[in-house]
């Protein structure tokens, strides 16, 4: 299907209408994963140290598809890209309840790094969203989509705890929605209008700056590591949460609704996030995410209690959402539109492979540290976050103090 032409104002509005509908609908599944990953990882795992290991392999597959992704989506276009990776994600749904029914944990690793690869495209849906759109409304559009999440915070675990126990194997059913979620990909996506850049040819000379060129701009560095750093670690906690939850003797029901707390506090400020860039600036906002989730780090310090779980987790959501989308609309300030698969591209490579880290560490310090305790293991956790914190604000507050001429 080829793309259509809209008018800019009807297109930007109908561009950033289709993309919300596809984070809310397409990405109910992340949830629901993340919530049933790690324990569905326990349940195949010979050593419960490599619990959340299928978790890494999908932030891996995401790291690894990242850039590929991006290129892609220069050459052929939004859509083909977004249908592509609907494809990759039901494929890895479709090999994971494979794994699951034969009871294999390396081909349920197999599944979950083609989920990835889904993963690697839903975050360029926020970055779609300014493809069309005006200087003025991009700030907005990031968060609307962003928004979006609202409604998968809600879908997912409802669907976790419809589906987690309804077939003999637990969690293939899960597995199976998950399949179906993204067989809807095709026809939401047939009402993008963002035209395809086309490629170019081999003697056409690429404009714009050079990677080396755009890594040695500041801002574009510092917006990349503060997206690093607050993805990172809202994964690096998140992927634990239910683990630590189920492990202190609360059902996988109370871990599933923290979780969707957690996801609804990633996403409900989406709503306002870009008048508060508009009203305070990038740099402010970005600064505050990453004050809010040393909040979290320390009200998880204080205690197992499932409502510090709640408190902790929902102060986590929101930090990700002010410190991601605060990012966010540094990166995109700061390239032009030539330079715009380049930049994504090392963006999503550099905060996906934070992320992957992240969540690779996550189950050795949940499940490998203080000799095997949970509450020992939470701490180790959330204990974490102090370093890289240190970093994006450090990296920040530099920016920030930068003589104005060298900005």
Not at 113 to 119: A, Q, R
Not at 187 to 200: E, K, M, Q, T, Y
């Amino acid at each position: 299907m080829s793309d259509i032409t809209s008018p800019p104002a009807s297109r930007q509005k109908r561009n950033t209408i289709v993309l919300v509908l596809a984070q809310a609908l397409l990405g109910a599944q992340m949830p629901m994963i993340f919530t049933i990953g790690g324990l569905a990882g326990q349940m195949l795992a010979s050593n419960p140290c490599f619990a959340t290991l299928p978790l890494s392999l999908i932030v891996l597959g995401s790291v690894l598809s990242a850039q590929p992704m991006s290129e892609f989506m220069a050459a052929y276009g939004r859509r083909a890209g977004f249908i592509l990776a609907n494809a990759a994600g039901a494929a890895g749904a479709a090999v994971a309840a494979y794994a699951l029914y034969i009871g294999s944990f390396p081909v349920f690793m197999m599944g979950s790094f083609l989920t990835g690869i889904y993963m690697s495209a839903q975050g360029f849906y926020r970055f779609a969203a300014t493809d069309t759109a005006t200087p003025e409304f991009q700030p907005k559009a990031i968060s609307y989509v962003m928004a979006g999440g609202l409604v998968a915070a809600i879908i997912g675990p409802q669907l976790v705890k419809a589906t987690s126990q309804a077939m003999l194997v637990p969690f293939m059913a899960t597995y199976l929605v998950i399949i179906a979620i993204n067989a809807l990909g095709p026809f939401l996506f047939a009402f993008l209008d963002i035209p395809a850049p086309g490629r170019r040819k081999k003697h056409e000379h690429h404009e714009g700056r050079t990677r080396r060129e755009l890594l040695r701009d500041p801002v574009i560095v510092v917006a990349m590591i503060c997206a690093m750093v607050s993805y990172a670690l809202m994964n690096l906690v998140m992927t634990s949460t239910p683990l630590a939850v189920v492990g202190c003797g609360f059902e996988q029901g109370d871990a599933a609704n923290i979780v969707s707390a957690h996801v609804l506090a990633m996403y409900l400020p989406s709503f306002f996030t870009g008048f508060l860039i508009s009203r305070f600036g990038k740099e402010v906002i970005v600064g505050v995410g990453l004050v809010i989730l040393a909040c979290s780090g320390a009200v998880a310090l204080t205690g197992v209690e499932l409502d510090k779980f709640y408190l902790a987790l929902m102060l986590l959501g929101v930090g990700w959402n002010f410190g991601f989308i605060g990012s966010t609309a540094m990166l995109a300030s700061a390239h032009t539109p030539s330079e715009r698969g380049h930049v994504q591209g090392m963006n999503d490579f550099v905060v996906f492979g934070g992320v992957f880290l992240a969540s690779l560490s996550s189950g050795g310090l949940m499940n490998c540290s203080g000799a095997g305790n949970t509450q020992a293991g939470w701490q180790a956790v959330n204990l974490a976050m102090l370093p890289f914190l240190t970093l994006a604000g450090a990296a920040l507050i530099w920016l920030v103090m930068r003589p104005k001429e060298t900005r």
